[in-house]
């Protein structure tokens, strides 16, 4: 289609709103704002007509306009007051130095539609070009009380500094990646984000979620907000405040149950290998007779674990390592003197079970050695002694509250 067709009939432009829902209510808190174009009797998206680079920016901004008018007039018409996500690009942002973008919403202002339901989305990729102009337009934005997202996040790590340094107040995650990406790699991804979430107070959203599963990926890792196909198809009506066409709160409730029966779970296998190492304890005399207690513990482990050993209170191993090479068990003397301290949280959870006298399963973990999936379970033996027990990947395959965090 010729782009001038659509510069020339804005009349048959039109927005669409697709719901976006709260994970702490369950209802929709704001619509982001999908541009159709009525063609040959159907409606279109106008997705190719604003990715497409040989289209000049001037006509994008045209259409731009025209759907954030007709956006914020429908949404004053209808009392709907939920937030409102609008999409840029930003070179054509930073065409006229932003000012007809803000000149159009101090208009609505006026008529009543505030500055702060305003969701302004940047995607990632952005960010390569004219960052400085593009991070101190952005920011004069903010003052005004117009909400940042950046959209698309997680595409370039190289781009976390400069997120961190503009401190929006979303983070858009395309959740089609949990099908397409490599998960392990997808899963640190999302790990790297939150952190980089909860130290500058942004909002985690998932987009495009098409199936249970992908809504349960959001749920479990942080999404504040939930969009896609599969909750709520974009609509060119408003429907009334907080209205959802599905059920989401029955199948986040799913989630929560099935969630809660992990835990329990987990902590029942902590249990059982604590009373386990609770029959064996009478034969522990101190790091002089590591080795011999390690020995006997190896025994009733057999089933589950592949590593032992024992360090004291500063992550020095007083004993050898005990490893399982198919099923019998193998001493490693040269490990005795290793120091484990640097390891995040050695040094938090034996004060945990020093304090609580009792033993803790770490979260699951690649192993530097084998590079599999494991877990540790640790017991406090003595003040200053603590048993540590590796779980094997082949034993956690199985049981699906190890497997998943």
């Known amino acids: 289609m010729d782009p001038l067709d659509i510069l020339e009939n804005l009349h048959n432009v039109k927005p669409a709103f697709q719901p976006i829902i709260s994970a702490v ?67 054509q942002l930073l065409i006229n130095s932003g000012e007809d973008f803000l000149e159009t919403l101090l208009v609505y202002a006026e008529q009543g539609f505030s500055m702060n339901r305003i969701v302004l989305e940047i995607t990632e990729h952005d960010f390569d070009q004219d960052f400085d102009v593009l991070e101190h337009l952005l920011i004069y934005y903010k003052t ?22 503009l401190r929006p107040h979303i983070l858009k995650i395309d959740t089609s990646f949990v099908r397409n990406a490599n998960p392990d ?50 609509d060119f009506e408003l429907p009334l405040n907080g209205c959802i066409p599905s059920d989401v709160g029955e199948k986040i409730k ?30 522990w005399h101190g790091p002089e007779t590591a080795d011999h207690f390690i020995e006997a513990v190896a025994e009733s482990f057999t089933e589950e674990s592949f590593r032992l050993y024992i360090c004291n209170s500063d992550g020095l191993q007083v004993s050898s390592n005990y490893r399982k090479h198919g099923s019998q068990w193998e001493i490693e003397p040269d490990q005795i003197g290793s120091h484990w301290a640097f390891r995040p949280f050695f040094l938090e959870n034996t004060m945990r079970m020093k304090t609580w006298n009792k033993g803790i399963l770490s979260d699951i973990y690649s192993d530097i050695e084998t590079g599999e999936l494991i877990r540790t379970f640790s017991y406090p033996l003595s003040e200053d002694c603590y048993l540590f027990i590796d779980i094997s990947h082949e034993f956690i395959s199985e049981r699906d509250y190890l497997l998943f965090q």
């Open 144 to 165: 005004y009380g117009i909400q940042i997202a950046v959209d698309h996040v997680g595409a370039k790590s190289s781009n976390i500094d400069r997120i961190r340094q």
């Open 25 to 91: 209510k369950h209802t929709v808190i704001g619509y982001e704002v999908l541009g159709r174009f009525q063609f040959e009797g159907a409606w279109i998206s106008l997705g190719d007509f604003f990715h497409d680079e040989d289209v000049p920016d001037e006509y994008k901004v045209e259409v731009d306009q025209h759907l954030l008018k007709l956006a914020i007039s429908q949404m004053l018409d209808s009392g709907n007051d939920g937030l409102l996500f609008i999409s840029r690009n930003a070179r």
């Open 185 to 234: 790699v997808f899963q640190d991804v999302i790990q790297t984000l939150s952190g980089l979430a909860r130290r500058i107070g942004a909002k985690l959203s998932y987009e495009n979620i098409e199936d249970n599963y992908q809504l349960y990926f959001a749920w479990k890792h942080g999404g504040h907000y939930y969009q896609g196909y599969y909750l709520a198809e974009p």
């Open 254 to 283: 799913a989630f929560v149950q099935r969630e809660k029966s992990m835990v329990e779970g987990r902590y029942a296998f902590t249990a059982r290998r604590e009373e386990k190492v609770k029959k064996l304890i009478s034969k």
